[in-house]
């Protein structure tokens, strides 16, 4: 079956602007997670997702980053003001909510000018 | 405080030998215990988790790990290394209580042929 899919996988944008990444999880997947990929780095949690409850939403690094799920479908990551520092692989990952076993995509590659 | 340790960054290995990567924990309760591989451009694969009972547990690709208590280690061998196994492997645990998986920083595989 399909694996979760995220787009676009390359994303240049310009410093300042405004940038939306896209996750499509597998279906039936209730917990959908975001991780932040830096170059060389290991991978830092961004945001939870688990059915309709409440996101936790304890790892976004700043108010510039939101992320929004309708039910147990599609995700957005929504960057504002990007900054160079923004530059990374954005990771989702879905589960069917067994301990820690995720399925992840291929992630969308960030580079901010 | 819950933390994952993989002391190697780096490791080279030819083609046909041995493989052990390393990775020690912290976590006060019983951890669940993951071993993760990152192709290049590709997002990551589960390779085998421990739960509970045999601490030596097989996954895919002829990988296996031992989990050892008295050591707070779970280290991931392969007895014949292929050309194919050179990746990012990340070992992780998981933190029941928030639903989420501490990573290491990983250790890159390099195969010499």
């Known amino acids: 079956g399909a694996g979760v899919s995220q787009s676009p996988s390359n994303k240049v944008t310009e410093k300042g602007k405004d940038v939306e990444l896209r996750c499509d999880p597998i279906?039936?997947?209730?917990?959908l997670y975001w991780y932040r990929q830096r170059l060389g780095q290991g991978l830092e949690f961004l945001i939870y997702?688990?059915?309709?409850?409440?996101?936790?939403k304890s790892g976004l690094p700043s108010d510039r980053f939101s992320a929004e799920r309708t039910g147990e479908s599609v995700s957005t990551l929504t960057i504002q003001r990007t900054q160079q520092e923004d530059s990374a692989v954005y990771l989702c990952?879905?589960?069917?909510?067994?301990?820690?076993?995720?399925?992840f995509g291929a992630g969308t590659r960030l580079s901010v000018l | 405080a819950q933390s994952v340790t993989q002391p190697d960054i780096h490791i080279t290995v030819s083609e046909g030998a041995s493989l052990e990567l390393r990775c020690n924990y912290s976590?006060?309760?019983?951890?669940?215990l993951f071993w993760y591989v990152q192709s290049p451009g590709q997002g990551l694969q589960l390779l085998l988790k421990?739960?509970?009972?045999d601490t030596l547990v097989q996954g895919i690709k002829g990988f296996e790990a031992e989990f050892k208590r008295s050591q707070s280690s779970f280290n991931l061998r392969k007895p014949s290394v292929h050309w194919s196994d050179a990746a990012e492997y990340f070992c992780?645990?998981?933190?029941?209580?928030?639903?989420?998986?501490?990573w290491g920083l990983g250790t890159s595989l390099a195969v010499n042929p």
């Open positions: 992780a645990v998981y933190a029941g209580n928030n639903r989420k998986l501490i």
């Open positions: 279906s039936g997947h209730t917990a």
């Open positions: 990952a879905s589960s069917s909510g067994l301990a820690g076993t995720l399925d």
């Open positions: 976590y006060g309760a019983t951890p669940y």
């Open positions: 421990y739960f509970s009972g």
């Open positions: 997702f688990q059915g309709n409850s409440a996101p936790d």
